[in-house]
C-alpha cells in the first residue's frame, strides 16, 4: 500500500521557518515528480511546488518563489519543503503528492499527480 506521510507543520510567528517533510512508502518515487500542495481555510488547493525526479528542475507558484525550496532525497524516498520568511497568508494545509508515472514531465497541476498525503497543518501568526 503506498503512502505519503508529512510531518513538520505546526505555529510559527511571521518571519519564521518551518521545514516539512514528506516519506513515501509503499513504492519507490525515485523516478517520479513529487510535489507540495495547501489549502487554505475557505479556499481551493493551490500548488506550491514540484521537483523532477533527481532533483535538476523544480518550479514554485510566484507566492513562494524565493521563500521556499523544495528537494527530495531519494534513498530515502523522502521530499522536502523548507519554508522561510513565513507569512500569515502561509496558512494552510500542506499536502504532498506524487506522479504515479517513471520519468514524467514536471507538471504543476494537481490532476498531474495521484498520490496525496494526509496533509501537515502551517499556521503562521502576526
Known amino acids: 500500500q503506498v503512502q505519503l506521510v508529512e510531518s513538520g507543520g505546526g505555529l510559527v510567528q511571521a518571519g519564521g521557518s518551518l521545514r516539512l517533510s514528506c516519506a513515501a512508502s509503499?513504492?519507490?518515487?525515485?523516478?517520479?515528480?513529487m510535489g507540495w500542495f495547501r489549502q487554505a481555510p475557505g479556499k481551493e488547493r493551490e500548488f506550491v511546488a514540484c521537483?523532477?525526479?533527481?532533483?535538476?528542475?523544480?518550479t514554485y507558484a510566484d507566492s513562494v518563489k524565493g521563500r521556499y525550496t523544495i528537494s527530495r532525497d531519494n534513498a530515502k524516498n523522502t521530499v522536502y519543503l523548507q519554508m522561510n520568511s513565513l507569512k500569515p497568508e502561509d496558512t494552510a494545509v500542506y499536502y504532498c503528492?506524487?506522479?504515479?508515472?517513471?520519468?514524467?514531465?514536471?507538471?504543476?497541476?494537481?490532476?498531474?499527480?495521484?498520490?496525496w498525503g494526509q496533509g501537515t497543518r502551517v499556521t503562521v501568526s502576526s
Open positions: 521537483i523532477s525526479w533527481i532533483g535538476g528542475t523544480t
Open positions: 503528492a506524487a506522479d504515479a508515472d517513471d520519468w514524467g514531465p514536471i507538471d504543476a497541476r494537481a490532476r498531474a499527480f495521484e498520490y
Open positions: 509503499g513504492r519507490t518515487f525515485s523516478r517520479s515528480v
